[in-house]
Structure formats: C-alpha cells, structure tokens
C-alpha cells in the first residue's frame, strides 16, 4: 500500500469515497507490476482484449460506448464566480451551480467498482516546467491510459510531499450517458469535475482539462503559456532548431512531429525529432528566448489515415505496449482503420461492435466504417524511433518558430511569415478551421479556432490575446510567428500541396526565415516564400500549383475581415487594443493606401 503523507490529499480522496461510495479505494503507485496487474484485471472484467502477442506484444484493443467517442465541447464548463472570467467562447455555469449539478451525478456512481487515486505529474517530475495533478477515477481504462499519458504514482507523491499544490481531477465514468455528462472546470479552486464520459479528452484529466484550460489561466496568472501545439526538432549539420507548431484537433499534429524528410531533400542530412504531438507548455528561459516542455508522456493519436507512408513513425511506435480505442478488431487479434497499414483483416468486429468485412456495406447501403474517424492509439512517447534526446529535459528545448495552422480548402495559403509579435498574435486569433470529428458537431464547417485553442482557453478569449502580447514584451529574443495551410484545394477539389513528409520543405523555409536568410516577399498579410525560395527538387507539383499555393488574393482576404470582425465583436472592450490596431493596419494594406 502506497504511504500518502499529504493530508489535505487524504481527506480530498476520503470526502470523494463518500460522495461516490466505491467498493474499495487503491492508490495508483506506477511501478510494472501494477501495470501487468490492472491490464489483467481490466481483461477479466472486459475492458481490455489482448491483441496478438507476437504482432502487437503488450496491446490492448478497447471499445467506448457509442455515444462516447469524442469530447463533447457542449457538455463542457469553465466555472468561475464572474461569469465574464469565462468569456463569450466558453460554456459558462457558476460554481455552486457546477458542483451541486454534477454531484448528483456523482453520488454513489462508484457502487461495485474500484476507485483509482492517481497521482501524476504534467512534465518530468521535479521539472521547473511541472504540474502536479491527481486524478480519482472509477475507470480502469482511463487508469491504464493515464499511466501511458502521464507520469504516474510514487515518485509523484514524494514530490507533493507534505502539503504541496495539486489540482484536483475527479472522474467517473457513472452510466456514461450524455444526459448525465459534464466536464467541468474551477480553475478558481484548482479543480476538474468530469462525469458520464470515458472518452480520452474528456476523460484522461491530465490532457486538455489541466494541461490546456486549468494551465492556461494558471500560465495567465504566473507569465507562461500553456498551448495546443506539438514541438519538433529539426537537425542539420550537427545542430538542433525547435519549433512549435498549433493546429486544431485532427489536422495532423502527430503526423508533422513525427515527420520523414522526402527523398528529394534526403541529401541535405537533415534529421528530426519529435519533442512532444500536442501540448506544449513556454517559458521564458534565461537567454531571453522561449523554451518549451511537453507536458505529456504519451501519444493519443489519431488513428484512421495512420499508416507507414503517412507517418511511419507512428506505425513503429505503436506496436507495443498501446492501447487502440474504437479501431476494427481483426478476429485473428489485429487492429486495423480506414486508410491503415496493409490489407484489413478478411473478418472482424467494428468500432461498433458489428460483425465486418472488407467491402461490407450498412443497411443504408453505404460502406461500413471499420473504425469511428475518432479512433485512437495510446502509446508511450518513449517508443517512438525519433523521440528526441532532449524530450525530458527539465529545462526544455529552445524556441526558433511557432507556427499556427488551419484546415482551409481556400484562402491561406501555404505558408506565410507574420510582421512581428502582434501582428503574430493577429494571426493566431483569427486562424479558422473546417471542423473535424475530434469533436462532436458538423464535420467540415468553417469555425473560428484562435491559436487553435477555442475549445482549451480555459478563462476569458480576449484576457488570453492580451496575455499573449503581454508575453510578446516579456520575451527578449522571441520567435518568430508564421501560419501554414497543407490542405489548400483546387478548383476540382484536390489538394494542392502533398502534406506530410514534404511539410519539411516549408519548415525548412521558416527556419531559414529565422536565421534571416530565406528570400520572401511581402503581402499586404505578411511576408510569403519568394519564386523559388521553397526547395522543391524532387516534387512533382501539377503546373500552376505553387503559384496557386502562394497566392494571396485581395479581395478573398478583405471579405475575411468581416469574419474577423464578427468574431472580434464578440470580445467586446476585452479586445486588446494591439489586436484591433493590426486589424485596421492590414485592412489599410489591403486597400493598397500603405506600402505593403
Ligand atoms: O481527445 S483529445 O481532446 O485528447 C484529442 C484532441 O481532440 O485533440
Ligand atoms: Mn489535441
């Protein structure tokens, strides 16, 4: 039994078991044994199915409720005692409210189950980076994957010591219906009440609850930033460049951190590392320069489109020790998606639950999914062939770039430098993005994402912008802020650009632009690659298509404006001043009266 000397802890976890009386109380303490232990007992209670041990040693298949198989952002809270500390893009209730809702749900909703207390760290344990959390649980998958995604038990607890700060992150799964879901958030007492979702991002607490929206109002408060962005290494000739890039959930984050260089630009030597897939937290480090940490331990990556030319990484990565939720079950013990690697199993069982096989239609007809277009892999960062050297320094890895993203078939286009920090943030705030099916809602849709955050700000949008270029004059040596677009189409509706490993090329382009080397040219929005400034050999564009990539078109970006000013409007006078000057500046340099 693990000895916990943290007696505010004690009495949290005791008050807990009495609102949700579990069977019995364990604490999690990390070590192999208990791993090998749980995965046992989550197979007798099924939970887990063990896959093939000699093609997937140490993995485990698991299926989610049907109705649990994204976050579901309408089901989520951020609860603070002034409602305008939430801010127009989050759900808002009221503490009293939150909790006196939720624990009805929670009442007695651990009957016959055990419950998990988890302590974990966010970053190395110990790190200046770190945060404490401890997640009390009824679900033992989610108890698996926290050991995955997190730093877990013992060592974390030694840590917190006597008295040392945590976030409180109480979870359960009760009768994982949506009328009795609720992610909640009290960033006011440090604290996350999710209940009726076993759902990754709803449900693993260390992800986006308290590494995105408890961290960013605490970033807030202490001057850092707490970010939805993966953290890449780039070496070349013996030295490491890092970057950070933002994207909206399913726009391929994993893919780019994880990236191949493309065969024609395999002669310049370069190598690259994968620091961290989807949150970064930045610090100012004592050279004046931006330095970030990845929070994380593990990958929960997407899974569907995942195969060994999109990102075979990845593929390496997850063929042990990883935990695949919603994909097809091979009846031979395999696991396999849409667009996966190699041929499907000839039988198996859906995401579903249903009877399939390859080219098996549903009853409307229609192909039949294998796996929900949300499925995902749990795995260690550790496994994977490009992790850097540096992904658990303690101080982290210093910042050249940061790069924002979104999924647009039109408009933006490949690449675009900004003109400095504020017009940077300009950036970030009005970075939109078709909607994916990382979350509940219409797939494809145009929304605003800023910073590719609107779902993780956890305090008020237009006190987060002001946050950010705050930070811009905290930050002797900042990096520089750019915004790509892989997905840009023709008129035929086919992409433009290849994505994946030749995503180098505009990478390489961006640090070039960071040593004040890469020839660029200027737009009324910023600066875009000069006519051959983009290494191109051994791609084969159609004809046209980079100019078309390039392309910068006036009046598509002045009709833009007036989405910016909807959304901008709804910030009322928390818009910063510095945001609304960029805009009026670009809207001048759109109508050609300042030099560009
Ligand atoms: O489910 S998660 O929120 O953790 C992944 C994502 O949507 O980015
Ligand atoms: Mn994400």
Redesign the pocket.
């Known amino acids: 039994m693990i000895d916990c000397k943290h007696e505010k802890l004690k009495a949290w976890v005791d008050e807990t078991a009495k609102i949700c009386e579990p069977d019995q109380v364990y604490w999690m303490d990390g070590s192999e044994e208990e791993r090998i232990r749980l995965e046992k007992r989550a197979v007798a209670r099924g939970f887990l199915i063990p896959l093939d041990e000699e093609k997937y040693p140490g993995c485990f298949y698991s299926r989610s409720n049907p109705n649990d198989v994204a976050r579901t952002e309408h089901l989520t809270f951020i609860c603070t005692n002034n409602k305008e500390d939430a801010g127009p893009t989050n759900n808002w209730m009221s503490p009293k409210d939150g909790y006196a809702k939720a624990q009805e749900f929670f009442h007695q909703s651990m009957h016959g189950r055990t419950m998990y207390v988890i302590p974990f760290s966010m970053g190395p344990v110990g790190s200046p980076f770190s945060k404490i959390g401890v997640e009390i649980t009824d679900s033992i998958y989610v108890a698996l994957n926290m050991r995955i995604m997190t730093r877990v038990g013992k060592s974390v607890l030694e840590k917190l010591g006597t008295g040392g700060e945590f976030t409180k992150c109480l979870h359960s799964r009760a009768d994982v219906a949506v009328e009795h879901r609720l992610i909640l958030h009290f960033p006011e007492d440090n604290t996350i009440w999710s209940v009726g979702s076993a759902y990754g991002g709803n449900a693993l607490l260390g992800k986006?609850c308290l590494a995105l929206r408890i961290a960013s109002w605490q970033a807030r408060k202490e001057g850092w930033l707490a970010e939805?962005m993966l953290i890449l290494g780039i070496e070349k000739d013996g030295k490491t460049e890092y970057v950070t890039a933002a994207f909206p959930?399913a726009c391929g984050?994993t893919n780019l951190a994880m990236l191949i260089p493309p065969e024609g630009l395999k002669h310049k030597g370069y190598k690259i590392w994968t620091v961290g897939d989807?949150i970064a937290w930045l610090r100012v480090g004592p050279d004046g320069r931006l330095w970030a940490c990845n929070p994380e331990a593990g990958f929960f990556g997407v899974a569907p489109g995942t195969n060994s030319k999109t990102n075979p990484n990845a593929i390496k990565t997850i063929h042990k020790n990883t935990i695949f939720t919603n994909v097809l079950l091979g009846d031979d013990l395999t696991v396999w998606w849409e667009d996966g690697e190699g041929a499907p199993p000839v039988s198996g069982t859906n995401w579903q639950g249903k009877p399939w096989k390859p080219g098996k239609k549903d009853e409307n007809g229609n192909p039949m999914q294998a796996a929900h277009p949300n499925s995902r892999f749990t795995a260690p960062a550790g496994q994977c062939p490009t992790i850097s050297p540096k992904w658990e320094d303690p101080q982290g890895v210093p910042i050249s770039a940061i790069i924002f993203g979104g999924r647009r078939q039109r408009l933006a286009p490949l690449v675009l430098e900004s003109l400095g920090w504020d017009h940077g943030v300009y950036v970030g705030s009005t970075v939109a993005s078709e909607r994916t099916a990382?979350a509940v809602g219409k797939v494809g849709e145009v929304r605003r994402d800023p910073m590719a955050m609107l779902p993780f700000i956890g305090y008020n949008v237009g006190d987060y912008f002001a946050h950010w270029i705050e930070m811009g004059k905290a930050i002797p040596k900042p990096p520089k802020i750019f915004h790509v677009n892989w997905f840009r189409k023709d008129e035929k509706g086919k992409f433009l650009w290849p994505g994946y490993g030749d995503n180098l090329r505009v990478v390489e382009w961006i640090l070039s632009r960071c040593r004040g080397e890469g020839k660029a040219d200027k737009t009324p929005i910023g600066f875009v690659p000069a006519k051959d400034a983009l290494d191109l050999n051994g791609l084969n564009l159609a004809p046209g298509a980079m100019e078309k990539l390039l392309e910068v078109k006036t009046e598509e970006w002045t009709e833009e404006l007036e989405g910016v000013k909807e959304f901008y409007a709804k910030l009322g006078d928390k818009l910063p001043e510095a945001l609304s000057d960029q805009f009026k500046a670009l809207k001048e340099r759109l109508k050609g009266k300042v030099a560009a």
């Open positions: 986006k939805h959930s984050k989807d990382a």
